[in-house]
């Protein structure tokens, strides 16, 4: 699990396909230190195993659904990719709770300056934007962030300048593929009330009965 907090921005050394995955090195420097083989690291919002090392890299597999869903196959030699590490159950949640798991890509479609902040519209697909909502939260190439408005299949987000700089969103324009990751609370709450897990809609629905005979109420 990770917190969408970038811890710093490595640089695709390689990515080597094969007939059915392939095989990602990052040159990195903070994610490696107390890094082992078998830890996770989250590259553009995407949760890959690290599974060997070098002198400052490390090498991760990419399995052939985590291409066709994020934005790592477009990746070439030397494109920045944000990293951070697993969370620890002692450290600081500064974004929201995140599991690594892209849910679709959205492209940047305006970049437009608003006093000290930088204001990015961004393409989502409705598998996506059904989750969004304004003043959540979005995973967006891994970055927590926060939505400031939804217009039909576009949602916003405003990025002080210490975002814009540290993370690949500073490093791209117009037209970027970025991988999206809705609010994991948002979809377990969408799941129940419709019924695709215990409690919802297929048993009755959630109702304020139900919520009272839970205690929640």
């Known amino acids: 699990m990770f917190t969408g907090i970038v811890e710093e921005l490595g ?21 490696l230190e107390g890094t082992r083989p078998g ?5 553009n919002g995407v949760c890959l ?8 890299t490390f090498s991760a597999d990419v399995m052939p ?22 969370m620890t159950l002692g450290g600081r949640l500064g974004g929201h709770l995140m599991l690594g798991h892209v849910d679709a890509t959205g492209k940047v479609v305006s970049i437009r300056p608003e006093g000290t902040a930088v204001v990015y519209t961004m393409s989502a697909p409705e598998s996506v934007r059904r989750y969004i909502l304004p003043q959540g939260s979005i995973g967006v190439d891994g970055i927590s962030l926060t939505v400031a408005r939804l217009q039909g299949d576009k949602f916003s987000v405003s990025l002080i300048p210490h975002t814009v700089k540290l993370t690949t969103l500073g490093y791209n324009g117009v037209g970027y593929e970025v991988n999206l990751e809705a609010d994991v609370i948002g979809k377990y709450v969408a799941r129940m009330l419709a019924g695709s897990i215990p409690g919802g809609h297929g048993e009755g629905g959630l109702t304020i009965e139900k919520l009272a005979e839970g205690g929640f109420l």
């Open 65 to 86: 659904e985590t291409l066709r869903k994020s934005n790592l196959g477009n990746l070439k030699k030397g494109d920045r990719v944000n990293l951070e590490r697993a």
């Open 39 to 43: 830890d996770s690291i989250a590259v």
């Open 49 to 56: 195993t690290a599974r060997a090392f070098g002198s400052g």
């Open 11 to 31: 640089k695709l050394v390689s990515l080597e396909m094969g007939a059915d995955s392939g095989v990602i090195t990052i040159e990195a420097a903070a994610v």
